[in-house]
C-alpha cells in the first residue's frame, strides 16, 4: 500500500496545489490508490431502518452486535461474531486509514485535513457502487473522522478557511453528517448570541430533513478518532424545545403545548430536569432564562388544566403517595375555587379510590362528606369505597377489642341501611364488599344471606360470585381460619369451573404461611397460581423472595438472587405489564421496607446495570442503605446520582434527611457542602429537616446557627411547616426578628389568597 502520505501528505504547499490543480478524476484516483490488485466484493449488511419517517432515525442508537446470538461460552461467541461480521471493502478502509493518520497529526492548520478528507469521500462515492460499498459501511468509517475534524475546527487554536456551517454541507452533500454535529452548531450559536433561538431550529430543522431521509446514521458511540461526545440524541430534542419555547417567550408569540410535542420523537415534552441537564452538559445553561421557561409551562398547564377531565382522574390513579396525592387534591380545589366550578364527584370518588390504596381511611370517609354537603346524592361507586374502607382488615385491627369491632360492625350495618333508603341501586361491586366487609368481622353467616340474597340477581353473576368467593376466603385467612380457607378454596374451585382467585386473595395466604415461615406451603401455593395463570403483583414476588432468602438461610445456604429472579421473570404470571424498571424499582422498595437488606443489595446489584440512570431505583437503595445498611454505600450511591443522574435539590434533601440519624457529622458535611454548589442550594425543606433533628438532640447552639443562617437568606416561599417549627422555637432560641418578620409576611399573603 502507498501511504497517502507519501503521495500527498508531506508534499509542499506548491506540489500539493499543483496536484489539485490536475484533472479531478485522474487526481482522486492517483492520491487514494490502493495496494490491492483485485476488487474484493463485500456482503451488502442488512439494516433496518425507521418505519416512523417523523423520528429522526439518529434518536434512536443502534448496535451492530444486537442481532448477533448470545453464546454459552466465549470461543463460541467469538466464532459466531466473526463469521457474522462483514469485512471492510479494501480501498475503504485504506482510504479512511490515511485521512485518520492525517487528521491525528494535525496541529493547528485543518485545511490539509480537511481536503484530503473532501476528496477521499467524493472518490468513494465515484467508486461505490462498482465496489458494492453501501452508505452504511462508507458512514460507519467517516463518522469518527467527520466529527473528529468538525471538534478540532471549532478550537480557538487552529484555522481552517472554511467555516463549521461550510463544513457541516460538506458532511450532509457525502452523507456523513450526524444529529450530533448539528446539536454542536445550534449549541455554539446559543454561546455567540444567548438569543439565537431561530438558529436553533433552522439547525433542528435542516437535522431532521437530513436524518429521516438516511436510514443507516447509526453509530455504536458518538465519539471522534480521540474526542469524546458528552451528550446524546435526546439532548436535541431537549434543546430545540427549549429554543422553541423561549422564541415563543422572545417574539411574545402564544406558545403551544401541541407545536412544542412535534419536535419530540415521543410526542411529549421532556421534563424540566431533562432540559436543565442538557443546557448543562451543552454549557449554555441560565438560570434566569430556565426558570421563565418553567414559568411559562407551569402557567401554561394550569390554564389548560381540566381539574374535572379524564386528565385529571388519570393523575390520581397515577399518583404515586400520598404526599403527592394531597398536592395534587389541593390544586384540584385551588383551580376550581379560582374559577368558581365545583369538583365533579367522578373526580373525588377517584380520590377516595386512590386514598383508600394508600390505607388512607379518614382521607376517604372526608371525602365522602364533601359529597354528602355539596347536596348531590352519592353514587353507589362512592359508596362501595366507604364500604371497603369501614371493613378494611388493617382497619378492624387498628380498633383493637372486640367491643370496639362490634361497635365497626352496627356502623357498618347502619349504612348498609342508609344505602337503601337512598334508593341507590347494589351493583355487583357493592355486592361483593359487602359480603367482604362480613367475611372480615368474622360474620359468615350474614355473608351468606347477602350471597344469597343479591349475588344471584345482578348482572354478570359470575364476575360477582367471583368478588364474593374472594371475599368469603380473604376473611376466612384474616380471620385465621387457614384450613377452612384451603377447604373453601377447593370447594370453589369444583362448584366454579370458571372461578380463578385474584391476586389479592393468594397474596393473603402467602403472608399468613410467611408469617409461620411454613416455606413448602409458600411453594405449594406459588405452584398453585403458576398452574392456574393467576398474575403475580409486587407484593407477591416481594413475599417469594423474602421467603426464598429465608427458607436458604434456615438450611445454610447462600441464596442466588440472580438465578431466582429470572425464574420469576421468565413465569407466564408476571403479570401483563411484566418487569419493568417501575416494577423493579417498587419490588426493591418491598425488600427494604420488609428490612431484607441482603435481598435488596442483591436486586438492585443486577438492576442498575438495567437502569443505570433510573432515580426510582437509586433513591430506594440509597435510602435503604442509610436506614437500614452501610452508610458508605449509600453515599456512593448519592454521589453516583448527582453525577451520572441529575443534581437536584431532593436527592440532597433525602440523603441529608436520612443520613442524620446514622451519621450527624457527615450529614452536616454535606449540607455545608451543598451549600457551596453551584447547581443547588439548601432550600425550607433542607432545614426543616437540620432544625427538627438537632431539636430532638437538644443541640442549642447548632439551632442557633441554623437559625441566624435562615434570617440571612431570602426566599420567596419557607413552606408550610418551617414557619411553624421556627414559630416554636421562640421560648427556647432567639429568632431573629427579621426572620419572624419574613415569615408572618408569607402568611398575610397566603391568608389574603
Known amino acids: 500500500m502507498i501511504p497517502l502520505r507519501q503521495i500527498v501528505g508531506r508534499t509542499t504547499r506548491s506540489g500539493f496545489l499543483q496536484i489539485r490543480s490536475a484533472s479531478k478524476a485522474g487526481t482522486i484516483a492517483l492520491r487514494y490508490q490502493s495496494t490491492t490488485s483485485t476488487t474484493t466484493n463485500t456482503a451488502t449488511p442488512t439494516t433496518t431502518p425507521d418505519n416512523d419517517n417523523s423520528k429522526p432515525s439518529s434518536e434512536t442508537v443502534k448496535t451492530e452486535q444486537s442481532s448477533l446470538p448470545k453464546a454459552t461460552q466465549k470461543g463460541k461467541q467469538d466464532k459466531k461474531a466473526s463469521s457474522k461480521k462483514t469485512p471492510v471493502n479494501p480501498k475503504l478502509r485504506d482510504i479512511s486509514g490515511q485521512i485518520k493518520e492525517t487528521i491525528i497529526q494535525s496541529t493547528t492548520d485543518l485545511n490539509e485535513a480537511y481536503s484530503i478528507l473532501e476528496e477521499g469521500i467524493t472518490f468513494l462515492r465515484e467508486i461505490q457502487k462498482s465496489e458494492n460499498i453501501t452508505d452504511r459501511q462508507i458512514f460507519k468509517e467517516f463518522y469518527p473522522l467527520a466529527t473528529e475534524l468538525f471538534n478540532l475546527a471549532q478550537k480557538p487554536e487552529t484555522t ?94 402564544t406558545y403551544s403545548p401541541v407545536d412544542a410535542a412535534k419536535f419530540s420523537p415521543s410526542g411529549k415534552i421532556p421534563p424540566f430536569y431533562h432540559i436543565k441537564k442538557t443546557l448543562e452538559v451543552l454549557d449554555i445553561h441560565d438560570g434566569k432564562k430556565f426558570r421563565e421557561y418553567c414559568n411559562l409551562l407551569e402557567t401554561d398547564s394550569q390554564e389548560r388544566f381540566n381539574p374535572n377531565g379524564a386528565s385529571s382522574i388519570k393523575k390520581i390513579e397515577n399518583t404515586p403517595d400520598k404526599k403527592q396525592l394531597d398536592k395534587f387534591y389541593q390544586n384540584v380545589v385551588d383551580i376550581c375555587n379560582k374559577r368558581n366550578i365545583k369538583v365533579d364527584e367522578k373526580v373525588i370518588v377517584a380520590l377516595m379510590q386512590r386514598y383508600f390504596q394508600f390505607d388512607e381511611y379518614n382521607e376517604v370517609f372526608s371525602l365522602f362528606e364533601t359529597i354528602m354537603n355539596s347536596g348531590v346524592k352519592p353514587s353507589i361507586d362512592a359508596w362501595n369505597i366507604v364500604i371497603k374502607a369501614m371493613t378494611n382488615p388493617s382497619r378492624i385491627a387498628s380498633f383493637g377489642g372486640k367491643a370496639k369491632q362490634q361497635e365497626l360492625v352496627q356502623n357498618f350495618e347502619r349504612t348498609l341501611q342508609t344505602i337503601v333508603s337512598s334508593g341507590v341501586q347494589f351493583n355487583g ?151 419493568n424498571e417501575q416494577m423493579h424499582s417498587t419490588l426493591l422498595k418491598g425488600l427494604i421496607q420488609g428490612a431484607n437488606i441482603e435481598a435488596a443489595r442483591q436486586l438492585f446489584d443486577i438492576l442498575k446495570s438495567r437502569y443505570p440512570r433510573s432515580a426510582w431505583l437509586n433513591t430506594n437503595m440509597m435510602v435503604g442503605e442509610l436506614t437500614l445498611g452501610n452508610v458508605k454505600l449509600g453515599e456512593d450511591i448519592f454521589n453516583y446520582y448527582i453525577k451520572e443522574i441529575r443534581n437536584e435539590p431532593i436527592i440532597w434533601n433525602t440523603f441529608i434527611h436520612n443520613l442524620l440519624a446514622r451519621d450527624e457529622k457527615l450529614a452536616d458535611f454535606y449540607f455545608e457542602k451543598m451549600k457551596q454548589d453551584s447547581q443547588v442550594q439548601p432550600n425550607f425543606y433542607t432545614y426543616y429537616f437540620m432544625l427538627q433533628h438537632y431539636r430532638r438532640k437538644a443541640k442549642k447552639d447548632r439551632l442557633q446557627q441554623l437559625v441566624n443562617e435562615l434570617a440571612e437568606v431570602d426566599w420567596t416561599s419557607y413552606g408550610t411547616s418551617l414557619p411553624d417549627f421556627i414559630k416554636r422555637l421562640t421560648n427556647y432560641l432567639d429568632v431573629p426578628a427579621s426572620l419572624l418578620s419574613k415569615l408572618d409576611k408569607q402568611q398575610a399573603t397566603v391568608d389574603k389568597q
Not at 435542516?206 to 478518532?225: P, R
Not at 392456574?532 to 409486587?538: D, F, G, K, L, Q
Request: glycine content about 6%; charged content about 20%; aromatic content about 14%.
Open 160 to 253: 481552517i478557511d472554511h467555516s463549521l456551517n461550510e463544513i457541516i454541507d460538506m458532511f450532509v452533500k457525502n452523507k456523513i453528517a450526524h444529529s450530533m454535529h448539528f446539536i454542536q452548531l445550534a449549541a455554539n450559536a446559543l454561546k455567540q448570541n444567548s438569543e439565537a433561538y431561530d438558529e436553533v431550529l433552522q439547525y433542528w430543522f435542516k437535522s431532521f430533513e437530513y436524518t429521516k431521509s438516511h436510514d443507516f446514521l447509526y453509530v455504536n458511540n458518538f465519539n471522534g478518532i480521540k474526542t469524546k461526545i458528552e451528550y446524546q440524541p435526546y439532548d436535541f430534542t431537549n434543546l430545540v424545545i427549549y429554543a422553541y419555547v423561549q422564541s415563543c417567550i422572545a417574539q411574545k408569540v
Open 429 to 579: 361491586e357493592t355486592v361483593g364488599a359487602i359480603v367482604s366487609g362480613y367475611a372480615n368481622f368474622g360474620r359468615f353467616d350474614k355473608a351468606q344471606e347477602y350471597i344469597d340474597k343479591y349475588a344471584k340477581g345482578v348482572k354478570d353473576n359470575g364476575a360477582v360470585i367471583s368478588l364474593c368467593n374472594d371475599g368469603i376466603l380473604r376473611g376466612l385467612v384474616y380471620n385465621g381460619k387457614i384450613e377452612e380457607a384451603e377447604s373453601k378454596l377447593k370447594q370453589f374451585m369444583e362448584t366454579y369451573p370458571q372461578y380463578k382467585p385474584h391476586t389479592h386473595v393468594m397474596n393473603d395466604f402467602l403472608n399468613y404461611y410467611a408469617k409461620k415461615k411454613n416455606y413448602k406451603a409458600i411453594n405449594g401455593i406459588t405452584n398453585f397460581m403458576r398452574k392456574h395463570n393467576i398474575a403475580e403483583n409486587v407484593s407477591i414476588k416481594t413475599t417469594m423472595i423474602n421467603a426464598y432468602f429465608e427458607s436458604l438461610h434456615a438450611i445454610g445456604k447462600t441464596p442466588d438472587l440472580s438465578s431466582f429472579l429470572a425464574k420469576m421473570e421468565s413465569s407466564e404470571n408476571a403479570g401483563k405489564r411484566g418487569f
